[in-house]
Every structure is written in structure tokens, then in C-alpha cells.
């Protein structure tokens, strides 16, 4: 049975043809910006997919989902998106690395994973290869506010709004003078920026939360932002008004390939606690065919873990019987059909990637730069964005509120939160905003940016011309999310990657 992908035409997007031998049902492992990007493009470009994963999508009060794309800051900013290694960041986080106040934290914790990291991160963070990285980086950033403009026209329904005004606060001049600097490297690269220098009276007129001691204000033009939560809903909503299948809580073990197609196993976790991949307060007793459209129809022999509030529904994988309970998912809109295996597989696991896509020939560490961030209440509603590079925190209006995230841990992703970290936030915000009380926070959040060595996504094909690799954008998965969707449907229904893409290759 054939289900209508939905490939709805979006103005402006010029389809691209598919190859003869283009796969017809594509498995995405992982649905967070990423993820659900590719699944998106893959749907407009006439593919049928199924979204794997092991965490809700939907946003209630509080941000769902273990991944980074809920509670981040939203910023979909491509004259700011420049690769995270860089010369001031060794300079600045060397001094202050294992001070746990410190913006840049790695524990001091014998990990030879993340002494990988580190040592890869040191390599690329001069200037020489910041610039390559830049330019590497411009075919991305300069299409990336296009890309979700298609996706608008194509039916998502949360907003973008422009970042009108975008505000950077510093301190010092000199901080100031840095970013100018930045600003004319990222021009230079092939990413056109535009800013300039604002009276520091005239900035508080444009933005009154702006603190007393923020004495230099540069403007940022052509920027915008989004409530990424809402945002990530509704790329949920769309996949599945277009026929796609979304599994929530579904957790993939592993993926095998042969010369038929892909099949992935994995676990459904019902009604629980599956924070950061980690299945709490149980054992998992069978690993499943998660056979794609048949999933989830309630076919599973259901089994309870002892001992905890796990329920997992577990069959043995030889019988490639369906995963799942009735109700296990929400599966809402679009028809499907069932049965058969896939023919391609996208991973989109964000931090996690390493753990599917080692199999694959994919030897780039990722590891979790994890991020913080919280609410207050503000007297009026924010104007925009507000940056304070100097003190790394960046903020957000979210709802007639602001979002304030900060840090880079370096830490296991599935690290409880440290309360160290908010409060390392908290202090390096003393001062900058006004009118606003850091003490009454809400919507505490920690989120894991998917950071590579040096700073590159890694967008495409691994060792198995059946397994795609989508992830490692570390501060910019938001911004970057639709073009890599973009750009990878392509690669994987045409079978040949954009030349864009080449400095992304995930077996680099
Ligand atoms: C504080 C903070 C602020 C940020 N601000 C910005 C910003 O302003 N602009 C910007 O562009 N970017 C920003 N980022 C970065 C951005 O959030 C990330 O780059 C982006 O969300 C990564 O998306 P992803 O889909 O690759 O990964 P994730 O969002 O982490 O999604 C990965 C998903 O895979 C699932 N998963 C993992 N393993 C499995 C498995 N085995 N089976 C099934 N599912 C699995 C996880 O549950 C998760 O939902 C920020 C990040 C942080 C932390």
C-alpha cells in the first residue's frame, strides 16, 4: 500500500527529481529540530517516513523532550552562527575550565571521550581554521532563513519573528569592538551581517530591560527568532498531517542493514520518565522490530519491568512483531500502511549520535555542550533578542516573558541537572537586564548541544549507503535545522550529496 507522502509543492521550492533507486520508506532516528526537518523535506521530496523517539515531542507547561531543541534560545540568527571553536574560547575557557562557576564548564573526571574532544577542540580553535570553518559554513547560513520559509509556506504553523530589534550589550568597548571584528570575518566568509553601533540611551528607549551597567549597545540587523518548543510541535503536527508516523517514547537500540533494506529495534517506554535515554527504575527486557508503519498498532506481547514506573511492552525481534500498546502513541492524521521494513535510515540523535552511528563508520566524537536556561517575568514585554557575549548568556521573549540560557558543560548528556549552573547564569546576567528579578525563575531547563571538534555539523551519508547521518550543529541546530533537512533530503533521494555538504561528511 502506497501513502500519499503529502508532498505538498512550497512556493519557491524546486522539487528535486528523485533517482530510480530512491528510497520509498525512510526511518528518522531521533525528533528533535533535525530530525524532524529531515522528515519534512523527505515528505515534500515524496518520501513516506517514520520518526522514532525515545522522548514526548509535545510541550506542556514546561519544555518537553531530552534533546536540546526545546528550552534553547531560539535564535535563528545565520550572521551569528560561526563555528563554536575558536581562539577566544581556548583563551577564555582554558583559564576558567574546572571553576564550576565558570560559563565554560568541564568536570575534572577521568573520561578519555571527552579527553578526545577537548583535544580535538584545542586542534581546531585558531584562527586559520575558524576562517575555513566560516566559509565552510556560509552555503548554510545563507540559505538557512530561506529554508524555513518553505516550511511556512508548506503548512508549519508556529511563527518566525524578526529579531527587530537584535541587541548586544557589553560592558567593556573592547568587547564591543570584538564583535565588529567577528562580524566583518563572518562578511568576509560569504555571510552578509549588517550591525551598528547604538547610544547607549537610545538602546534602552528601543529595549528598557537593558541594565544599568550595559554602557556599549551594537544592533544586529536581518535576524530572527522563534519559540523553539512550539516551533519543534509543530514540525510534529505537520509530519503527521502529512501522512508521516511519529513514535514517541521509542527508544532505538540498534540498526541493521542488508541488501534489502534497514530494520530498527528498539523499546517503547509508556508513561514514564525516559530522561536522557536513560530507561529508569527497571530493566528492558526484549528489543523490538520497530517495523515502521506497522509500529505501534498494539500488537506487542506486553510485559511489565519490576520495580520502578516503567511499563516497556517487549516480543522478540525474530517474529518482526509490532512494538507497543494501544494508546502507546499518539498517531494523529494520515492514513498508513502497514508492514515491511525500511529502506533507508536518517539518525538524528542530537548528543546521542556517537552510540547508533559508530556502527556506520562515523568516528567524530559529539559531546553534550549542555546549556542552561530559565524564565522571568519582565515588566513589558520584550522588544527582541538581547545578547551579552562577554558574559555568554543570551535572551529570548517567550511569551510576555524572557528566556535566559547560558553555559557550555561538557558533560555526559544524561547528566542531572546541577543547580551550580543556573546560578552561574544568574550571576553572569547580575546587572545586564533591569527590572526584572533573577531570583523568581521559572521553566528550569538544561538541554545538550550536539558539539563537534571543529564546530562542523555532520550532514550525510556513512559507510552504508542505507544510514544518513544528520547532527553535531552544537550552538546552532535551530538556525541550521531546516537547510540541513533540506539539503540531506536531497542527498538521500537523489543519492549524491550537494557540494555543500562536502565539508560536513560524517565519515571525515
Ligand atoms: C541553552 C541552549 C541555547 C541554544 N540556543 C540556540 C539558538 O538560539 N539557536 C540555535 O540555532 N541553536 C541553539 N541551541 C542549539 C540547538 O538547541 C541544538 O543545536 C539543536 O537543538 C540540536 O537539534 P538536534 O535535533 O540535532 O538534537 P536534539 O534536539 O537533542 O534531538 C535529538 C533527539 O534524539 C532523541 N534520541 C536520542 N537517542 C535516541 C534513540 N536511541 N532513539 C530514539 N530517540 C533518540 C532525543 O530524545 C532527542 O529528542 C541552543 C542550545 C542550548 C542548550
Known sequence: MRVDGGAHDAPGNTRTPRNTGAPDQVAVVGGGMVGLCVAWFLQERGVRVTVFDR???????????????????????????????????LRYGLRVLWRSDSPV?????????LARFVAGFVRHSTHRRWQAS??????????????FDLLAAGGVSAPTRAAAPFLAGYRERADLDALLRELEEVRAAGQPVDAEILDPLAARDLEPLLGEQVRHV??????????????????????????????????????HTSASGVEVHGVQVRGVQVRGGEVRGGEVRGVHLLDGPGAGTGDGAGGHVSGGSLDVSTSDATGGRAVGEPGADRHTGGGHAGGGRFDAVVLATGAWLPRLARTFGVRVPVQAGRGYSFHVATPEPPSGPIYFPAARVACTPVGDGLRIAGMMEFRRPDAP????????????SRGLLAGVDLEVRTHEWVGPRPCTPDGLPLIGRTSSPRVFVAGGHGMWGVTLGPVTGRLL???????????????FDPLR
Open 55 to 89: 522522548d514526548s515531542l509535545t510541550t506542556g507547561p514546561d519544555p518537553a523532550g531530552s534533546g536540546s531543541s526545546w528550552g534553547n534560545a531560539g535564535w535563528l540568527t545565520p550572521g551569528l552562527a560561526t563555528p563554536l571553536p575558536e581562539p577566544a574560547v
Open 105 to 113: 564548564y568541564v568536570p575534572p573526571v577521568a573520561d578519555p571521550g
Open 134 to 147: 566560516m566559509r565552510a559554513l556560509a552555503p548554510l547560513t545563507t540559505t538557512a532563513l530561506e529554508a
Open 218 to 255: 551594537a544592533q544586529v540587523h536581518g535576524q530572527r527568532f522563534c519559540e523553539p518548543g512550539r516551533y519543534v510541535a509543530a514540525l510534529v503536527d505537520a509530519v503527521r498531517e502529512r501522512g508521516g508516523l511519529v513514535h514517541e517514547r521509542t527508544a532505538v537500540e540498534a540498526v
Open 417 to 428: 541537572s546541577d543547580p551550580r549552573r543556573i546560578q552561574a547564569v544568574v550571576e553572569a
Open 489 to 503: 533530503a536531497d542527498a538521500v533521494v537523489t543519492g549524491t550529496p550537494a557540494a555543500a555538504l562536502t565539508p
